[in-house]
């Protein structure tokens, strides 16, 4: 079973920090750009980082750059995002994907099942 596992998420206070978590399973996704989506009440979901397993490229969204950072572990099954200085306009629900093509532009094969970020002014 091809599972995307999502955790970390929670609430805290403006200007504060939290990691997320994707535990991959039932296949390899090393042929996959992993992905981080975000979706805020009303709001359409939105890409707000990317990862190659292989080498150093990633993508941010303008709005997380410099705050954000995307990372996966070297055995290749978890992908995080580290997310520092955290505003309220961050308060969503965060999911993670399997994701084919070049960021901005992918398209999404498997989704996590999303973990809620919630900020607080």
């Known amino acids: 079973q091809v599972q995307l596992v999502e955790s970390g998420g929670g609430l805290v206070q403006a200007g504060g920090s939290l990691r997320l978590s994707c535990a991959t399973s039932?296949?390899?996704?090393?042929?996959?750009?992993m992905c981080w989506f975000r979706q805020a009440p009303g709001k359409e979901r939105e890409l707000v980082a990317g990862?190659?397993?292989?080498?150093?490229?990633?993508y941010y969204a303008d709005s997380v750059k410099g705050r954000f950072t995307i990372s996966r572990d070297s055995a290749k099954t978890t992908v995080y995002l580290q997310m520092n200085n955290l505003k309220p306009e961050d308060t969503a629900v965060y999911y993670c994907?399997?994701?084919?093509?070049?960021?901005?532009?992918?398209?999404?094969?498997?989704w996590g099942q999303g973990t809620q970020v919630t900020v607080s002014s």
């Open positions: 994907a399997a994701s084919y093509g070049t960021p901005p532009n992918v398209g999404v094969h498997y």
């Open positions: 039932g296949r390899a996704f090393t042929s996959y750009t």
């Open positions: 990862i190659k397993w292989y080498g150093d490229t990633t």
